[in-house]
């Protein structure tokens, strides 16, 4: 009864639980990062490239061990009766009465045999040349770049991941705030309508157009904003794995820019040289190259082996020639342990494939050259842009906020029925432009910084 009453109890609890509304899920963007590294699958994929060029490596490493070769089978042989003489007495294969005739019954038909047939080979190199060691370093080197990749891609997510989260608060802030502007303008147009109803003489039809367009303006911005807001939280739903259907909302209440790097630009420059991922790649792909040219010109080398290599055949309807000098191939068998030296070698293609991989060596030197002379090109780039939108918004602000004295000011002179309702638009279309400029500024600001951190290497 106890156990009975429990279970229903455990039962109406978890019906209840489920009834209940998910909670929205608040998130910064240090945890919005962290959750895009874990789901994002381009990473997944990835990862499981590098497992696949480390399978490459156990492969070539694999051939410098044991290896097994055979072949079996079951046929058909002729049948064969009669020793190896003529009259021969015994079944030694012996000639006891002359004269000792060979056996000449070969081509005559006798019939047919099950036939068994089974040989093998179990052999290990013993000295290849440096075929085994220069194409493993050859798969290291494919496996580090591999890991450039990856590492790559971890990068583009974080990316990704800011783009998405500050492209959300830029949008939010400046459809919250248009939405105010909309208020304020709504309010100026019904005072006019009222005015210009009551036939007051305080405003004129002119007026009402002036804001009317104004309003039609914010109206474009608004509706703007509302599909860049949805568009950049369902895109940080997606890569954080929480999916569309979540109630995803971020901890940050408006954007702010972020702190300039206190990093001088040629300390940029030279992390970008050391520890960007596509260098390293280079560099994995040099010696991949150089190990791989080296393993070419191995390949015209013999191999050095030993091992065992062994014979078995049985023919049920053939009697056995027990005669050490002639061998029989459908019956007997051997198996011996052997040294010996493996050839294989077409002296023209394997000269065609050193070459090959010559050039390509060669080709991956110049675009280390390129990379050299434009990687810091690149770097200087971002933070020139970097520094311009830092300052910019700064100053944006500074604009802002006198852009919004000037509205306030004007709605109030127009209330006193001191100003035009065309300055009084005017007014508030230059500060939803210099708002909507700022924020949008700070937004192309701390993406600058985010794709500085990308460009040396970063991953935060």
């Known amino acids: 009864m106890i156990r009975?009453?429990?279970?229903r109890t455990l039962l109406a609890a978890g019906v209840l639980l489920a009834a209940l509304p998910a909670q929205a899920e608040?998130?910064?963007?240090?945890?919005?990062?962290?959750m895009s590294l874990a789901a994002d699958p381009r990473i997944k994929e990835r990862e499981q490239v590098v497992e696949a060029a480390r399978g490459m490596l156990q492969e070539v490493q694999g051939n410098a061990g044991w290896r097994m070769s055979g072949n079996a089978f079951v046929g058909l042989?002729?049948?064969?009766?009669?020793?190896?003489?003529?009259n021969q007495g015994g079944d030694n294969n012996t000639c006891n009465t002359p004269p000792c005739t060979l056996n000449s019954s070969g081509d005559d038909w006798n019939g047919i045999s099950d036939w068994t047939h089974l040989d093998f080979a179990l052999i290990k190199p013993l000295y290849t040349f440096g075929k085994i060691e220069r194409y493993g370093e050859a798969a290291q080197g494919n496996i580090?770049?591999?890991r450039g990749e990856l590492k790559q891609t971890r990068g583009d997510t974080v990316?990704?991941?800011?783009?998405?989260?500050?492209?959300?608060?830029?949008?939010?802030?400046i459809r919250v705030f248009l939405e105010d502007m909309q208020g304020r303008l709504n309010w100026a147009i019904e005072s006019v309508e009222r005015n210009l109803e009551e036939e007051t003489g305080e405003s004129r039809q002119?007026?009402?157009?002036?804001?009317?367009?104004?309003?039609?303006?914010?109206?474009?911005?608004?509706?703007?904003?509302?599909?860049?807001?949805?568009?950049?939280?369902d895109g940080l739903k997606v890569l954080t794995g929480a999916g569309l259907e979540s109630d995803l909302t971020v901890a940050d209440a408006r954007i702010e820019p972020v702190a300039f790097p206190q990093v001088e630009l040629a300390e940029f420059q030279s992390r970008a040289l050391l520890e960007r991922p596509e260098m390293q790649q280079l560099e994995a792909g040099l010696r991949a190259r150089r190990a791989l040219v080296a393993a070419k010109k191995a390949d015209r080398m013999p191999d050095v082996y030993a091992g065992v290599i062994g014979q078995y055949n049985y023919a049920s309807q053939r009697e056995r020639l027990d005669n050490p000098y002639l061998n029989d191939p459908f019956n007997g068998g051997g198996l011996t342990p052997v040294v010996g030296v493996k050839w294989d070698s077409v002296f023209g293609a394997t000269s065609a494939r050193v070459n090959q991989a010559q050039a390509e060596l060669e080709a991956l030197n110049h675009k280390k050259a390129f990379a050299v002379a434009g990687i810091p090109f690149e770097?200087?780039?971002?933070?020139?842009?970097?520094?311009?939108?830092?300052?910019?918004?700064?100053?944006?602000?500074?604009?802002?906020?006198?852009a919004r004295r000037w509205m306030v000011?004007?709605?109030?002179?127009?209330?006193?029925?001191?100003?035009?309702?065309?300055?009084?638009?005017?007014?508030?279309?230059?500060?939803?432009?210099?708002?909507?400029?700022?924020?949008?500024?700070?937004?192309?600001?701390n993406m600058n910084v985010a794709q500085l951190a990308r460009l040396t290497g970063e991953l935060r």
């Open 144 to 146: 580090d770049l591999k």
């Open 379 to 402: 770097v200087g780039e971002a933070y020139a842009n970097a520094r311009a939108n830092h300052d910019s918004q700064r100053d944006l602000a500074e604009g802002a906020a006198a």
């Open 206 to 233: 002119s007026d009402l157009y002036a804001l009317q367009t104004a309003k039609g303006m914010l109206a474009k911005y608004v509706h703007q904003s509302r599909a860049v807001e949805k568009i950049s939280l």
């Open 159 to 173: 990316y990704d991941t800011k783009r998405a989260y500050f492209g959300y608060l830029t949008a939010r802030d």
């Open 26 to 34: 608040t998130i910064n963007l240090q945890q919005a990062v962290e």
């Open 77 to 86: 042989a002729p049948k064969a009766e009669g020793g190896f003489f003529q």
């Open 4 to 7: 009975n009453a429990l279970t």
């Open 409 to 445: 000011a004007s709605l109030a002179d127009f209330s006193a029925g001191l100003e035009s309702a065309d300055k009084v638009a005017d007014a508030i279309k230059n500060y939803a432009l210099a708002q909507t400029e700022y924020l949008r500024t700070v937004n192309d600001y």
